[in-house]
């Protein structure tokens, strides 16, 4: 299914770097525009005049991804076709002091590829060519732009699948996934994008190309592909990209479990994963979730129930056989009502299309929404949604709970109505109290939808400010210009001394956003 | 006369320092101070005595290890780990556990076991610590199933070189707020910083367990058996092979699972694998032990699965080649092996087999470095071979340990 786009939220108060950056000096703009009028005319010589656009009409298409609350221009948008007219772009960028920004296909939620006002947008769609699938090594080699799903497409037939998939899986991009380690709801068993990374060509914040990692596992030398997956293009872009094929499982079964409220079906949930099941997802929806999917979808969840709880088993068949039963008897005996059993791939992917249209239905019940990603520990699930519950009561905002049960991380659904006034407002201090709520809890403020600009300003609750300068030591060995991605993910950026090379202000000094380090 | 750096050694550690012996010295290069820290805050009290007084220092757990990588360029204090130890937090509910780096992985595992869980990291040398687990990235058989240290770990407590403690990741499995220095710090060899606690993901222990061993007449075969069970649907925990010198190759295949799944799988297992299989439940006595002897050199090779069979020929030409008897173990199915050349093989022989199994592993995508080797042939030979990256490695250490005292030399590139 498609991500979700929040539909009309410009209202929101953003309060963010976006803000800051968007209203620069005026002679710092005829400055800059300079520059990017020197680096246009460089890159349209060096990669053709069709791969760089500066037409501002065609720039704002570009404005925001999939967290429409952040929208900024940028100065100027490339297309690179190869790794190579991806590395001469940065180079170019890294020549002229100009930051820049890549992007695969713009689905991400944290606003990580919001573009820099000043800045060059590096747009990835065109690397598309799905290089190689080798079945033999369980190995496809991709370029960014790829589809998450053309991969399991293209191993299908060879009997594998490419498991990480994140809800977006039909339109994001496999660089895209890198930059942030996307999850999914099959995660829980198989592991996050940075599991599943075995190697990648990077270009270099100062525009090298580099390979890191490869076919084989455990590359000599510092884990620096484990450090680059999930820095949210604060390191480089990868352009290549070396993913394992996992063996497509023999027996997949899938139960729809509806339970009185969402305390049992969590009980249900801690049940069997204590019983020792490893399933490969178990998703929870409470009652206005439900409600919304229903009024969207028409999945035909059990009427009148509190919580529903999707839960599959895959692999081998006499194993999965064996613990479906346990789990069948497990959610029996922690108060479910109707179990609803897949009796074939029509009717999984019946279950299964309530809770991947549940972002997208709750606009059916609410103008506006704004999707939250925290995590919790697991066995904190019942105590946390009721106070998630009594908070949403306190301030008079509907929350609809979606989430991966099974590792914690929750989904909840903040709903509003951006024409009423003062509701924008307090359904973001809802989200926020959710959020602290998760760290209170010993979570996280981000599962998978990462960081980006959307949650800068929760990082220093869940870090020590040494924990985040010690962070930004990397950032300074990849990138000591500051010019990949910058504004993003730390909320105190931090300069690395003097980058050799390096001419005229250093941009977030310039933005008056960083101080010297 | 007075001793600055052990007196406030001593001073950070509530007395637990004193001058180094012999039995000190570290892949043979002796130390001055010995600092056994007893809880987090004294450890980073003792890093940063190391830091006002210009110490470099080796961190030094079950000391295992402190054969492997290279010798320290200098050395002033071993910084034992031995009493940082206990678990801190075990939360079975969340499959969860949190632990200090001294802790044995072996007396972890035991906790574990009475919730019926573990850290699903198998132990090459019985006793190492957690830390050093960690910081070397050793690993077993059950690699394939289960992933490595990277893949477990899920937050991780260091001491920086300044003495600055900080921490990264979380307790959560599902976390990806900011950068993930957790991997970074896994086999970096202790030279970004001490690591003091790791937070684990756990696994159930499983119900039941088989064993389906046979041997094989030569690479090619077991390269087939073995691709022929990775795609199959027998979903194996580990798949093992074992190539004494001059000996058969002997391959073991684990499952794990329910008990009525894992009686189904074996027997499909047995099916792949042909009639001179024997299934049972106990793993042969070679199980994830490192192939070679006390002062014989220790190789690890890695290659895309479809390698496996050239780096395993590689190997087995050597005797004709040069003399040299090889021995291979290891995970064929994650195209992960270990080499083990004999005790008294010479610097000609050995740099001429490194060769020949560095080339093998190249052509499959893989490297060849030599985790140990006694001292004349370490110091003679390449250990690492060609590291892609090795500038931006560089920058890191810089920016972690720019006066280079963290185990200064032991790593690739003299990092």
Known sequence: MPTPTPSTMDNVPAGSAASTVDSPAVSTVDKTGAVIARLAARLRAELGTAQVISDRQELRTYECDGLAQYRVIPALVVLPRTGVECAATVRACAAAGVPFVARGSGTGLSGGALPHAEGVLIVTSRLRDIVEVAPDDERAVLE????????????????????????????????????????????????????????????TPEGDLLRLGGRAPDAPGYDLLGAFVGSEGTLGIAVEVTVRLVRLPETVRTLLAGFPGTDAAGAATSAIIGAGVVPAAVEMMDALAIEAAEAAVHCGYPAGAGAVLIVELDGPAAEVDAQFEQVEALCRANGAGEIRIAADPAERALIWRGRKSAFAAVGRISPDYLVQDGVIPRTALPRVLRRIAEISAERGVRVANVFHAGDGNLHPLVLFDAAVPGQAAAAEETSAAILALCIEAGGSITGEHGVGVDKMKYMPDMYSTDDLTTMQLLRCAFDPAGLANPGKLFPTPRLCGEAPGRRGPHPLAGAGLAEVF | MPDAPLDALLAATGGAARPATGADAIAGVPARYVASPGSVAAAAAAVRVAAEHGLALVARGAGTKQGWGGPPRRLDLVLDTTRLTGVVEHEAGDLIAVVRAGTPVAELGAKLAAAGQQLALDLPLPGATVGGTVAVSTSGPRRLHYGTARDLLIGIQLVRPDGVLVRAGGKVVKNVAGYDLGKLL?????????????????????????????????????????????????????????????????????????????????????????????VGTAVPDWWAGYPWPAGGVGIKLTAALSGVPAVLAAAAAAPERHGVAVAVRGSAGAGVLYAGLPAGTGLAATIAVLADLRAATAGAGGHAVVLTAPPLLRDAVDLWGPIAGLDLMRRVKQQFDPDARFAPGRFVGGI
Not at chain 1, 174 to 195: D, P, R, W
Not at chain 2, 242 to 271: C, F, K, Q, S, Y
């Open chain 2, 186 to 278: 896994t086999g970096s060899y202790g030279t970004l910083g001490l690591i003091v606690e790791c937070a684990f993901r756990l696994h159930p222990l499983p119900a039941a367990t088989a064993v389906l061993r046979r041997h094989v007449h030569g690479p090619v075969e077991a390269g087939r058996l073995v691709a022929a069970v990775r795609a199959a649907q027998v979903v194996p925990s580990a798949v093992e092979l074992d190539a004494p010198a001059g000996a058969e190759i002997e391959l073991a295949v684990l499952l794990e699972g329910v008990p009525a799944g894992v009686t189904d799988r074996a027997a499909a297992t047995a099916r792949l694998l042909g009639v001179e299989t024997v």
């Open chain 1, 144 to 203: 960014p732009g790829v589809i998450n799903l053309a991969v399991t497409t293209a191993a299908t037939p060879y009997g594998y699948y490419y498991a990480p998939d994140p809800s977006s899986q039909q339109i994001c991009s496999i660089g895209g996934n890198v930059a942030e380690n996307s999850g999914g709801a099959h995660c829980l068993k198989y592991g996050f994008t940075t599991n599943h990374v075995l190697g990648a060509e990077i270009v």
